[in-house]
DNA sequence: TTCAGTGCAAAAACTTTGCAGGAGG
DNA sequence: CCTCCTGCAAAGTTTTTGCACTGAA
């Protein structure tokens, strides 16, 4: 069942604009897997994301899956995860600010922040280290002091 | 070929205090692990360990090590380190002082730094965001500029 | 027409688990 | 003596790869 009405024209319309410009081929799969991956609510791995496309009833493969998120990685319309788990998240990063994660290593939450420091800090560090810098990852791990913290689970 | 004369004595001592405190048995599988641990150079993952100690006519099992390396972080003998990658790293913060890295997606090069301002970025967020933060990670993605980076090799 | 992209399944890379036997407390 | 720890191998998880076929340009 492939959507038929696009919920991002933008989002279709700056990843063509990519695909073009690296000379990758527009493929329906693509956009598929980029509708999807918008939609999603929060941070999805690769895996995740399959399977719920899978419980739709969509026949895109796990390969292409994986393949779509990375050039959607590239082109910034996601991006690229890791809180400590061995494996890769994504989140949206269309039309959404930057931003920096609190992760509770009690209840598993993650919640986000941001704060201009940073972006002054890495400004600085780069240009003491000879450093071209192009992203960054910022966690912070601990535990949330409010009451409903405490059953964890390990998702 | 067990070593027999102890590198890292104030390392063992701090490692059998956590172990008795914990509850955990002291077994000479678990010592070994940290002689090997602390003799590594740099960054590595727990199967790099596992072989680097097969190579040296090692007895101590995959499981061990892995087991091992967990308790170690525990008790700050390790630092844990997730470099984008999907896997876990470890490195030595025995007698080191905390810092964060730089990582350049070209040639894999990791170099380290440090900067004060971290702590209290981390300090005022908590406190805003009601967290009590036992830890963090600040790694910056790009590239050196220096002339010997060119060769990309992924590790 | 051509070759990058796809689907599928198998393999790879890293980590965890189950089990039986052995040693630490 | 009672478990916890160990070694081993098998299984689990996430990601990548090989191959034959298809469809975008």
């Given at each position: 069942?492939?959507?038929?009405?696009?919920?991002?024209?933008?989002?279709?319309?700056?990843?063509?604009?990519?695909?073009?410009?690296?000379?990758?081929?527009?493929?329906?799969?693509?956009?598929?897997?980029?509708?999807?991956?918008?939609?999603?609510?929060?941070?999805?791995?690769?895996?995740?994301?399959?399977?719920?496309?899978?419980?739709?009833?969509?026949?895109?493969?796990?390969?292409?899956?994986?393949?779509?998120?990375?050039?959607?990685?590239?082109?910034?319309?996601?991006?690229?995860?890791?809180?400590?788990?061995?494996?890769?998240?994504?989140?949206?990063?269309?039309?959404?600010?930057?931003?920096?994660?609190?992760?509770?290593?009690?209840?598993g939450k993650i919640k986000e922040f941001s704060t201009p420091k940073m972006d002054k800090i890495i400004e600085e560090v780069s240009k003491e280290m000879g450093?071209?810098?192009?992203?960054?990852?910022?966690?912070?791990?601990?535990?949330?002091?409010?009451?409903?913290?405490?059953?964890?689970?390990?998702?």
């Open positions: 069942m492939k959507k038929e009405n696009l919920k991002y024209p933008k989002a279709h319309e700056q990843f063509t604009k990519y695909l073009k410009r690296e000379k990758h081929r527009i493929t329906p799969e693509r956009f598929e897997v980029l509708e999807y991956a918008l939609d999603y609510d929060g941070h999805f791995g690769a895996d995740e994301l399959y399977i719920e496309m899978k419980n739709f009833k969509s026949n895109v493969s796990r390969a292409t899956v994986y393949n779509t998120l990375e050039l959607l990685a590239n082109c910034d319309l996601l991006a690229k995860r890791h809180f400590g788990e061995n494996k890769t998240r994504y989140e949206s990063s269309f039309n959404r600010k930057n931003h920096d994660h609190l992760i509770c290593v009690n209840c450093f071209e810098s192009s992203g960054y990852s910022f966690n912070i791990f601990g535990r949330c002091t409010n009451k409903e913290c405490g059953n964890y689970s390990d998702e």
